[in-house]
């Protein structure tokens, strides 16, 4: 998982996030990627779209949150 992480970090780099976005654009990552661990899940669009429907049902997250992982889950499954 670290060496996904440091991989994105560096894709972030790339484009020039701002530093508060690459901080929670890895924070939203990091709870996708525990998601699938914990459920034995591959990285893809299907275990995003559960991973979201636990953040809105039991995490009852915010709108402004759920964008932020939306935002950082798509480019991650997009550069990856």
């Known amino acids: 998982m670290d060496t996904l992480l440091q ?3 560096i894709k972030m780099d790339i484009v020039n996030f701002s ?4 901080k929670s654009y890895t924070s ?3 709870k996708y990627l525990h ?3 914990d459920k034995n899940s591959e990285l893809n669009s ?3 779209q559960k991973h ?3 953040l809105i049902t039991v995490k009852k997250l915010s ?3 759920l964008k932020q992982s939306i935002g950082a889950v798509k480019f991650f499954l ?3």
């Open 7 to 9: 991989d994105f970090q």
């Open 19 to 22: 530093t508060s976005t690459k």
């Open 28 to 30: 939203e990552l990091r």
């Open 35 to 37: 998601y699938c661990n």
């Open 46 to 48: 299907e275990s995003f």
């Open 52 to 54: 979201l429907s636990h």
């Open 63 to 65: 709108e402004c949150s």
């Open 78 to 80: 997009n550069t990856h």
